[in-house]
């Protein structure tokens, strides 16, 4: 004893004081007196993490005060709780639609927390754990994407994925028929307008247009088998827009030029017929070279061209 007050009064003299146990809460600093019912209640109610930091401040400013309910704005209990005044204000309304809060009056009266807890409704509380995902039948029966299968006449450029039949489901449905995975492809034709567009296109430009070969060789197929353009039609068709003033800027790719078809192919016809002469007669003044394909040549347009 007498070398602990031996150093006790040393660091007296020292000027420093002897370091203090450090304690935690203790009731002598204040309490929260709440009845049992209550809590086991608040422990058991599936509330929100934000309503139950809110529930708790509700409860540390009523019941801390020995009061059933008490005037507390969105700031307050933001500073209480650590959330936002957005998220107070969103925590309260939810809890006094559940009726875990009671308020009698208008928004700026006093809340408090509802001691009935027969009361309390959670009917409208949204689960909160998800549904377990039920696993694909078709798991496993899938092909691999080295499955290469030529493509029919009704391919559309839309991805899909080819499915097998699952086993015990009827083949002749039409929901159970497997579908083909539609591929870009074209013929040697095809690919040989791709080379024809891209020289056209290209022509005052200092590098040819940037395009994929496969891509455009699938818009020229697009338009032979499934739109019944022919060969001639589509040749005519790519020289004349690339020689013309406004279609030249515009037309640059097979696409373009499928979707602006049948404007086009209207404006040749219109272009394409005689102008009127003095003489009241119609006719060309002056005849065009043969050979070349210009929307005023009467003599090389193709069959398709005229009326």
């Not at 008490?70 to 307050?76: D, E, F, G, N």
């Not at 009698?104 to 309390?120: A, L, Y």
């Amino acid at each position: 004893m007498s070398n602990l007050a031996h150093i006790s009064d040393h660091e007296r003299f020292e000027g420093r004081e002897a370091p203090q146990k450090r304690k935690g809460a203790q009731l002598e600093d204040g309490y929260v007196r709440t009845a049992n019912a209550l809590v086991e209640a608040l422990c058991k109610a599936p509330l929100t993490s934000r309503e139950a930091r809110v529930v708790r401040a509700v409860e540390r400013a009523t019941f801390g005060w020995d009061r059933p309910a008490a005037r507390l704005s969105q700031s307050v209990l933001a500073k209480m709780t650590g959330l936002t005044p957005k998220r107070c204000s969103e925590a309260v309304n939810s809890l006094l639609a559940k009726k875990v809060l009671r308020r009698d009056g208008g928004s700026q009266s006093p809340i408090g927390i509802n001691t009935r807890v027969d009361e309390w409704d959670f009917s409208s509380q949204k689960a909160r754990v998800s549904p377990k995902r039920q696993p694909d039948p078709n798991w496993g029966l899938r092909p691999q994407d080295g499955d290469e299968k030529r493509p029919q006449d009704g391919d559309t450029d839309t991805d899909t994925t080819d499915r097998l039949v699952p086993k015990g489901t009827n083949e002749s449905s039409k929901d159970s028929k497997p579908k083909s995975k539609p591929r870009k492809w074209g013929e040697e034709i095809d690919h040989e307008l791709v080379t024809e567009m891209v020289a056209a296109v290209s022509a005052d430009l200092e590098a040819p247009v940037k395009h994929n070969p496969t891509t455009w060789a699938n818009e020229f197929r697009l338009m032979r088998e499934r739109d019944g353009r022919s060969v001639e039609q589509i040749r005519y068709l790519i020289t004349w827009t690339a020689g013309h003033e406004f279609w030249s800027g515009v037309v640059l790719s097979p696409k373009k030029l499928r979707d602006k078809w049948d404007q086009l192919a209207k404006q040749v016809k219109q272009q394409r017929k005689p102008a009127a002469r003095q003489d009241g007669r119609l006719g060309f003044a002056q005849p065009k070279a043969t050979g070349t394909y210009t929307p005023t040549d009467m003599d090389n347009l193709p069959d398709w061209m005229r009326d």
